[in-house]
């Protein structure tokens, strides 16, 4: 028997498609605002309250992913058993009231904590928003529609580095904090009153049970799936190298290249937005155009996009002419993120839909803590040790060194091609 609190639409003034991705789009970017806000503000909040590389990784990726990480499962569990779109209001509403007490910290601790409550509210942002995505569109759209709503993250990291640099220029580091969580508390109402909850797996075959499956049913089919745990791992690791730049690159361009502060905010801005939006719409591109015919070809793009995205990094860190710097890193920029539509929408498909929220918040879990709690801190901790031989150049070293996680992520994406055909479920 069908569940009615899991399959009725709720209540929404819209139920147009290009609305609803509009609108996850909007959440999705001032969920990565208040996320990579933290990037551009770490030079200013370095100076003022007197913290080491190491403190600042463990701010800007252990203090997020402790409970961003925990909490996405049993926050996961209770969406595909109730409202996504109530979920994702109260999500959005804490993560941004929480942004906003990132302003009032005196020492790393106070700010520390903000940030764990940053991850706490984040926790119910995305995987709920993937399964309301696979339930307005059908399969043969969804690595598009996953890419397109995918796009929050590098117009949110473009926004969040741009307005944060320029508000901490002119104004103060705190400042950016406040604007930026206000204006994140402003949109949840319009999200709640505007998006309807759809049926789950209308889109799918109508004789799937869509009763709420539990933790063990979920684990136990994602066990037996190979290409899930490869296509999980390898995307973390990929994650662990792409959070750590989005947060030391700004950093990396004023101490490397001795420009301002809001002249490195404009800077990677523009890299992060042009480039990532070119390669996330390749990939979702991609993915669509050739997966039907081979389900394989969900790994094997971004796998080849990583194979190419270590060695055009490394030039253009290593790159003398910041001017060539910013045309090289538009590439690796991009590719770096042509993962995205692929290998979320291939998670989609290997479990049923009652269990698509819960098996994404198992995937982000994956990529998350691997992704942000270690890469931002392990790159930070690198450019300590190296410091005292490397003077300013020591966090290039250290970026430098963690570009090989994109080719071991390349390797684990192509194990990952051997079973993702037989791991879909049809």
């Not at 926790?123 to 399964?131: L, R």
């Not at 899930?228 to 959070?243: P, R």
Request: hydrophobic content about 55%; some cysteine; aromatic content about 12%.
């Amino acid at each position: 028997m069908k569940s009615p609190v899991v399959n009725q639409p709720a209540a929404g003034l819209f139920e147009n498609r290009a609305y609803v991705l509009f609108i996850l789009v909007v959440v999705y970017t001032f969920n990565f605002i208040d996320r990579q806000i933290i990037g551009i503000l770490a030079v200013p909040i370095k100076a003022d309250l007197i913290l080491s590389d190491t403190q600042l990784g463990l701010m800007g990726g252990l203090a997020f992913a402790l409970f961003y990480t925990g909490l996405g499962i049993p926050v996961a569990m209770l969406a595909d058993r109730s409202s996504r779109t109530w979920i994702m209001t109260i999500a959005l509403v804490l993560w941004s009231a929480m942004t906003a007490v990132c302003g009032l910290a005196q020492n790393f601790w106070q700010i520390f904590l903000a940030r764990v409550g940053v991850g706490v509210g984040e926790a119910g942002g995305v995987a709920p928003a993937y399964s309301l995505i696979a339930d307005y569109f059908p399969p043969n759209q969804r690595a598009r529609a996953l890419s397109i709503y995918s796009f929050g993250i590098p117009i949110g990291g473009a926004l969040g580095i741009a307005a944060g640099g320029l508000i901490a220029s002119t104004v103060d580091w705190r400042v950016a904090f406040f604007v930026v969580g206000a204006a994140g508390i402003l949109i949840a109402p319009v999200f709640r009153l505007t998006i309807r909850e759809p049926v789950r797996g209308r889109f799918d075959r109508t004789e799937q049970d869509q009763s709420p499956a539990s933790i063990g049913e979920i684990l136990h089919t994602l066990a037996g799936k190979k290409s899930f745990w490869l296509m999980s791992v390898g995307s973390a690791c990929a994650s662990m190298m792409g959070y750590a730049l989005f947060f030391w690159l700004p950093s990396f361009f004023v101490r490397s290249y001795g420009i301002t502060l809001l002249d490195a905010s404009l800077f990677y801005g523009g890299i992060i937005l042009v480039g990532g939006l070119a390669g996330i719409w390749m990939g979702g591109w991609a993915a669509d155009r050739f997966g039907q015919k081979n389900r394989a070809a969900y790994a094997l793009i971004p796998a080849i996009a990583f194979v190419a995205t270590a060695p055009l990094y490394v030039i253009g860190v290593l790159s003398p002419s910041l001017t060539l710097t910013f045309f090289v890193m538009l590439l690796p920029t991009a590719l770096g993120l042509v993962w995205l539509g692929p290998v979320i929408s291939a998670i989609q498909h290997l479990v049923k839909p009652n269990m698509r929220t819960t098996a994404s918040a198992v995937f982000l879990f994956i990529n998350n803590l691997i992704g942000i709690g270690a890469g931002t801190v392990v790159i930070g901790m690198l450019s300590d040790e190296l410091q005292g031989r490397y003077g300013n150049d020591a966090l290039k070293y250290s970026i430098l060194a963690g570009t090989s996680l994109y080719l071991v992520a390349a390797g684990l994406l192509m194990l990952a091609t051997r079973w993702l055909a037989d791991d879909w479920e049809d």
